[in-house]
């Protein structure tokens, strides 16, 4: 859960003001809830070199989680700009706790490449970059621009290691003295990501407002005292809890149940369909039906599930440590169902301890030995793909009925494995050891913060309608 939030920050790509052509100092923000309660802050600098300038932006969280102690979240991104203002190299390095990933971005000019360096090794990825691929997220194109017709342009995601294509429009609503703005990330057709930003009148960002399961947490600027100013680690779990509008019983979560949601502020999308969950949309929202084979799946065409096989740098399934984990389950030829379950009994014995820090890959989620939800379906995800079994790791909603941190009947973030196994696409949750149809999908990854980042912020935008449990009659 924590990871999330922090992930959240990671999405923050530019702080308000920061990341301009102007070589001078911009100073300090502050990082609150739309409460007043503070997470952290954040500080940007700019210095000249001899051959251009270069920014560094750094973020500190102070989070905390149930009963366990506070823990710091820092991420620090270093970016080098030539004489010109276009970047050549941004090094992003992250830490929780003694646990440090470094990425690392070279930029050529018709691609860049792409470093991820943790404690497994590190893994590489070359990135076209299309004619005319920005790098600033649209803030050059912001400066003077009225509002009246939308952008729309491709841009680097170093975070994320591809180019994606980013739009921003005038936001539904206006704050007084500004002009605020929705910035969208798109996969294809598929929102990915939305901000809201508000500018002032020569199109400078003021404040970053960045939705989050609910909790809209804005990056402003500050003087450097009071974004220094001590404060209370930030309860994250009582934030992104939903209430659901219902009791959900044994039974129902065992069964059908069918969800109404609308979209807040008018900004649609479409939930993706699995192998349990299927979508109709119309004009005023969108309807989920889950069960257990309620939905048409996944694509099965053989590009789809070769990709669904491939190592990524989340997914390392050709490390030796995901390998050997994997290998007595292999040896064993069962079905692929059967495999994918005792994978997940295998995975158990290794992942036994809770840990909400962090946002670990297979490798390192084996090698620590601990994880939340998002560990367990990205290690099952890849042992999977050991097996030869095409995998993906969805991101979204799930149902509680326990009281967790003194909070029951609540949806809360979750992420599990989908598994191509004898010849459909089914759900497989190693946290919660199974399915039930409260598994709500938002989006469908490869386990990368991308994809659980864009979860959170999609899951901001819905506006619950309705729950109702799906009942078949009985014969006569």
């Not at 990671?10 to 502050?30: E, K, T």
């Not at 109404?260 to 969950?277: H, K, L, V």
């Amino acid at each position: 859960m924590l990871r999330r939030l922090f992930l959240l920050t990671l999405a923050v790509a530019i702080l308000p003001g920061a990341r301009q052509a102007d070589p001078a100092p911009q100073g300090w923000y502050i990082i609150a809830d739309d409460a007043g309660a503070v997470l952290g802050h954040a500080s940007a600098t700019t210095r000249t070199l001899p051959d251009g300038h270069e920014t560094v932006e750094r973020r500190e969280l102070r989070l905390a989680d149930g009963e366990r102690p506070s823990t710091i979240l820092t991420d620090t991104t270093t970016t080098r700009f030539d004489r010109s203002g276009r970047p050549t190299l941004i090094v992003t390095e992250s830490r929780d706790g003694r646990t440090i990933r470094r990425t690392e971005t070279r930029i050529g000019a018709t691609s860049a490449i792409v470093m991820r360096q943790s404690a497994s090794g590190r893994h590489l990825t070359r990135v076209a970059l299309p004619p005319g691929t920005r790098f600033d997220n649209g803030e050059g194109l912001m400066r003077g621009w009225t509002g009246d017709a939308p952008l729309d342009f491709l841009n680097l995601n170093p975070a994320a290691g591809l180019v994606e294509r980013v739009t921003i429009e005038r936001a539904p609503t206006q704050r007084p003295g500004t002009l605020s703005v929705l910035r969208k990330r798109h996969e294809g057709s598929a929102l990915r990501g939305i901000m809201r930003l508000d500018l002032d009148t020569a199109g400078r960002i003021v404040a970053a407002i960045q939705p989050m399961f609910g909790v809209a947490v804005t990056t402003r600027p500050a003087d450097r005292d009071t974004a220094l100013r001590p404060h209370p680690p930030y309860r994250l779990l009582r934030n992104v809890m939903a209430r659901s509008p219902v009791r959900i019983g044994p039974a129902a979560a065992q069964g059908h149940i069918r969800y109404r949601f609308g979209f807040i502020d008018g900004i649609a999308f479409a939930p993706p369909a699995t192998g349990e969950q299927r979508v109709r949309a119309d004009a005023s929202g969108v309807t989920l039906d889950i069960c257990t084979s309620c939905g048409p799946g996944l694509p099965s065409d053989p590009a789809t599930l070769a990709d669904a096989r491939r190592a990524t740098a989340w997914l390392q399934h050709d490390h030796p440590r995901v390998m050997a984990l994997a290998r007595p389950v292999i040896r064993r030829q069962l079905s692929p169902a059967r495999t994918m379950q005792e994978l997940a009994v295998r995975a158990r014995s290794v992942m036994q301890r809770i840990d909400f820090t962090g946002h670990r890959s297979a490798a390192d989620a084996l090698a620590h030995g601990a994880g939340d939800c998002t560990e367990d379906a990205v290690v099952l995800a890849a042992l999977g793909r050991a097996a030869g079994i095409p995998t993906r790791v969805a991101s979204g909603l799930v149902y509680s009925r326990e009281r967790y941190h003194g909070v029951s009947n609540v949806f809360m973030p979750h992420s599990w494995t989908l598994a191509y196994v004898d010849g459909a696409w089914r759900s497989f949750d190693m946290s919660l050891d199974g399915f039930d149809a409260t598994h709500i999908a938002l989006t469908i990854g490869d386990g990368d913060a991308r994809s659980i980042t864009a979860a959170g912020q999609l899951a901001s935008l819905l506006d619950w309608q309705s729950l109702a449990e799906v009942r078949t009659r009985a014969s006569p």
